[in-house]
């Protein structure tokens, strides 16, 4: 599971553009890394000047991304640069368009510290993980 954590300036972003935002995200999962599309969370922090610093002082241009990958390694390096560098032309209608300051990092966590609803998500490319996908829900493994 990709869950991503926006931290953002009050008023950065309306409803309709959280919700597109979240939309393109879940995209760029299902379409290039083919997982389930409820693999996929999106949650979005809104902060006052006073309440986020950089450097020391208040900044309300500043938008922080972090996210935490499970559901899929990324081993290569030329790969990591290259989604890297995918995320941030994706992104850049809500970023750099709009002449903010961003910054964007991922953690992976093991793949065996993660269930969703108590299953354990089922093998990369497996019957089950397409199964899921099809019904966009987890349910017990049935196997390949």
């Known amino acids: 599971m990709p869950m991503w954590h926006v931290y953002h300036p009050e ?3 309306t409803a309709k ?3 597109e935002f979240a939309a393109q ?8 890394v083919e997982i389930p599309r409820f693999y996929v969370s999106v949650a979005f922090h809104e902060f006052s000047a006073e309440e986020f610093f950089v450097g020391g ?3 309300d241009r500043y938008v922080r991304i972090w996210i935490d990958h499970i559901a899929r390694r990324t081993p290569d390096p030329s790969r990591r640069r290259w989604w890297m560098d995918t995320i941030n032309q994706t992104l850049a209608p809500f970023l750099k368009d709009r002449r903010l300051h961003w910054e964007i990092h991922i953690d992976e966590t093991p ?3 993660w269930t969703i609803d108590g299953y354990f998500p ?3 490319g497996s019957a089950d993980e397409r199964r899921w996908a ?3 829900r987890p349910s017990p493994l049935i196997g390949d």
């Open 11 to 13: 008023g950065t972003y």
């Open 17 to 19: 553009e959280r919700q």
């Open 25 to 32: 995200v879940t995209a760029l999962y299902a379409d290039l």
């Open 57 to 59: 002082e208040p900044n």
């Open 111 to 113: 793949f065996e510290f």
């Open 122 to 124: 089922p093998a990369p």
């Open 134 to 136: 099809a019904q966009n």
